[in-house]
């Protein structure tokens, strides 16, 4: 059985960096109540709105090492979601490359954002990792630390794209999304001792904000923090 989110759909962010494959995950938390909007058709929207945010947002600040391709996307809402794919909008079209003309770090280094929750017992907060980090944004004093200002930049371009990408319902076709991470609420019993069930069920916390941390990352090693 699929693992089932209600309300929410899963977003992927299709790119290479360095040819390397990078896949950058958002989830949405999507309600069509009070509208007049298909649920898959307002799924398929918001991968346009992920598509056309992250361009003008965030891929700005990433090296021209990374091209952008794609985003796809899964409905988490009920085994049957809808699943599907796009590479452009009427505002942009992918592939596309980063916009920072400074040397790039090697393709195994990315910058970890942490996805700030709403508290919630037993929650942990989510991730989202930005490839193509400019060799410029490391501070030469302290290896692998991102520099003051680079931090800075960052979170500017995390808030704007947060608060680009939540919508609000306004009108008959409008449908209110929220950025959210989800959390397993119950697992298929276990098949060897050890090793947890697949997940079954789940629910979708909403994030407050996205916060830049200041030590970099690898595409290897993705479990600090």
């Not at 952008?68 to 505002?91: C, E, I, K, M």
């Not at 996805?115 to 907060?125: D, E, F, I, P, V």
């Given at each position: 059985m699929?693992?089932?989110v209600?309300s929410?759909?899963?977003?992927?962010?299709?790119?290479l960096?360095?040819?390397?494959?990078i896949?950058?995950?958002?989830?949405?938390?999507i309600?069509t109540?009070?509208?007049?909007?298909?649920?898959?058709?307002?799924?398929?929207?918001?991968?346009?709105?992920?598509?056309?945010?992250?361009?003008?947002?965030?891929?700005?600040?990433?090296?021209?090492?990374?091209?952008?391709n794609?985003?796809?996307?899964v409905?988490?809402?009920?085994?049957?979601?809808?699943?599907?794919?796009r590479?452009s909008?009427?505002?942009?079209?992918?592939?596309?490359?980063?916009?920072?003309?400074?040397?790039a770090?090697?393709?195994?280094?990315?910058?970890?954002?942490h996805?700030?929750?709403?508290?919630?017992?037993?929650?942990?907060?989510?991730?989202?990792?930005?490839?193509?980090?400019?060799?410029s944004?490391?501070?030469?004093g302290?290896?692998?630390?991102?520099?003051?200002?680079?931090?800075?930049?960052?979170?500017?371009?995390?808030?704007s794209?947060?608060?680009?990408?939540?919508?609000?319902?306004?009108?008959?076709?409008?449908?209110?999304?929220?950025?959210?991470?989800p959390h397993?609420?119950?697992?298929?019993?276990?098949?060897?001792?050890?090793?947890?069930?697949?997940?079954?069920?789940?629910?979708?916390?909403?994030?407050?904000?996205?916060?830049?941390?200041?030590?970099?990352a690898?595409?290897?090693?993705?479990?600090?923090?």
């Amino acid at each position: 059985m699929p693992f089932v989110v209600p309300s929410v759909a899963q977003y992927t962010i299709h790119g290479l960096q360095a040819n390397r494959q990078i896949a950058t995950i958002i989830c949405m938390h999507i309600d069509t109540t009070g509208t007049i909007q298909q649920r898959s058709d307002a799924v398929a929207a918001m991968a346009g709105i992920v598509l056309n945010q992250w361009d003008q947002d965030l891929l700005p600040t990433i090296c021209g090492t990374y091209t952008a391709n794609s985003v796809s996307w899964v409905d988490l809402n009920s085994a049957t979601g809808s699943v599907g794919s796009r590479s452009s909008t009427s505002t942009h079209t992918w592939p596309k490359n980063g916009g920072n003309t400074i040397a790039a770090s090697p393709g195994n280094v990315c910058a970890l954002v942490h996805k700030n929750l709403t508290s919630t017992r037993g929650s942990r907060r989510g991730r989202l990792y930005m490839p193509g980090v400019a060799e410029s944004f490391t501070d030469p004093g302290v290896p692998n630390q991102l520099t003051t200002s680079a931090v800075t930049a960052y979170n500017t371009a995390l808030t704007s794209f947060l608060g680009n990408l939540n919508q609000t319902a306004q009108g008959p076709f409008n449908f209110d999304a929220r950025m959210a991470v989800p959390h397993i609420l119950t697992r298929e019993a276990p098949t060897k001792p050890g090793v947890p069930g697949k997940p079954l069920t789940g629910e979708g916390i909403l994030v407050t904000g996205l916060t830049m941390d200041g030590t970099l990352a690898t595409q290897r090693r993705r479990l600090r923090g």
